[in-house]
């Protein structure tokens, strides 16, 4: 069994534009072996799932945990499967 992919869950209309930026450079601070899969939910209702490529593999923990509540707020990390 490989690592658990870190699962965010994201509101794209209540966030500002940055976010995307903001959460690219966390990423790139925490380099590990977790992939990442982002479900956003866009302005219009639809939910979208992507897939983060291979340079946003991760080692989640609790400082990348607490970080990415900062920027995305406290629901934004999802229960992992």
Do not use: C
Not at 34 to 46: A, N, Q, Y
Not at 49 to 67: C, D
Request: aromatic share 2%; charged share 15%; no cysteine.
């Amino acid at each position: 069994v490989g690592p658990v992919p870190l699962h965010l869950s994201l509101d794209a209309a209540a966030l500002p534009a940055s976010v995307i930026d903001d959460l690219k450079h966390l990423l790139g601070n925490f380099p590990g072996e977790s992939g990442g899969v982002l479900e956003m939910k866009m302005s219009s209702g639809d939910p979208r799932t992507l897939r983060l490529g291979p340079s946003y593999k991760v080692a989640p923990g609790p400082s990348l945990r607490a970080e990415l509540q900062s920027i995305l707020g406290p629901g934004a990390l999802a229960a992992t499967p």
